[in-house]
């Protein structure tokens, strides 16, 4: 009964609403048990889309093609605190081809929506919604609830060395980490970015901290190179959190093994693997740094 229950708590209700000025795309009327709007409170909340971001909390992230911002929304005596993503169309032929294919807030969405239903910690998605122009994507818009904490590489950066603490917190972070990999690449999923910090910690304390995946834009699903992709975001990780005084070998051990346990990689192959992941997350650490040096 209680896995039943389990999987009725991530499973998320789907539904398809549009907006005018020619917006469409799809709500979450419920997700992790319990329903944020109706949807009729969504097409009140999505009637204008473009004023979306006005009367934002907090701005993260405004640039030509993107804006990122944090907003509490309320409609019907409900409420909640939401991460808002805007994409719009840029300029040059990368970005003419990529118009080609779904809006990214779509991806997203339907990237946080296979996640919840796996079982793995991601940010709750809230509604997506695009519109085109000329048949090409002109701007699309993702909403996902707020994750309250630190991206996991300021976390690491601000816990303390020397401590019985510090040991504990990053042994529960390792292993939730190595969970949430293994569980993507189990389902033929993989992180194209999957540094320190497009992660959160959430709770407060050793024994309640929860990383959760928030940063979907690199979200993909393989159809070949399966093994490659998750050597990838293995040692892509393994370079976002090195120069942290924090974080010893031995901890990258520790996450390395993690995986192999949770993904079954075979003991007699565990060795050099981990060999060739710490060369490449150390020559990707050492580029990063001369890039940085030089500007």
């Not at 976390?155 to 990053?170: K, M, P, S």
């Not at 892509?236 to 995986?259: E, K, N, P, Q």
């Not at 050099?272 to 490449?280: C, D, I, T, V, Y």
């Amino acid at each position: 009964m209680q896995d039943v229950e389990d999987l009725l708590g991530r499973l998320v209700e789907i539904s398809e609403v549009k907006a005018s000025g020619g917006w469409r795309g799809w709500i979450a009327v419920r997700a992790a048990g319990k329903e944020r709007f109706t949807k009729s409170q969504w097409e009140a909340l999505l009637a204008e889309p473009e004023k979306l971001f006005e009367g934002a909390e907090r701005t993260i992230k405004s640039g030509e093609c993107n804006k990122v911002v944090v907003k509490y929304l309320a409609v019907g005596g409900r409420g909640v605190k939401a991460v808002l993503k805007e994409h719009r169309r840029g300029r040059g032929v990368r970005e003419f081809f990529r118009s080609l294919g779904a809006p990214r807030a779509m991806r997203n969405f339907i990237a946080a929506v296979k996640i919840s239903q796996y079982g793995l910690p991601v940010a709750a998605p809230l509604a997506a919604v695009h519109r085109s122009r000329f048949l090409f994507c002109g701007e699309s818009i993702y909403i996902s609830e707020y994750v309250d904490g630190a991206n996991l590489h300021k976390f690491l950066q601000d816990l303390r060395v020397d401590n019985e603490e510090r040991h504990r917190t990053i042994k529960r972070l390792t292993g939730q980490m190595a969970e949430i990999l293994a569980g993507l690449h189990e389902r033929g999923m993989f992180h194209r970015d999957a540094k320190a910090t497009n992660f959160i910690v959430s709770g407060d304390g050793p024994n309640n901290y929860r990383v959760v995946l928030t940063d979907l834009d690199g979200i993909k699903q393989y159809s070949a190179g399966g093994e490659e992709h998750q050597k990838r975001a293995l040692w892509r990780l393994g370079a976002s959190v090195m120069g942290i005084a924090s974080v010893s070998r031995t901890d990258y051990v520790r996450m390395f093994r993690a995986y192999c346990d949770v993904a079954d990689i075979p003991t007699d192959q565990r060795r050099g693997l981990f060999r060739e992941l710490m060369a490449k997350a150390l020559a990707k650490y050492e580029g990063n740094r001369q890039n940085q040096n030089s500007q």
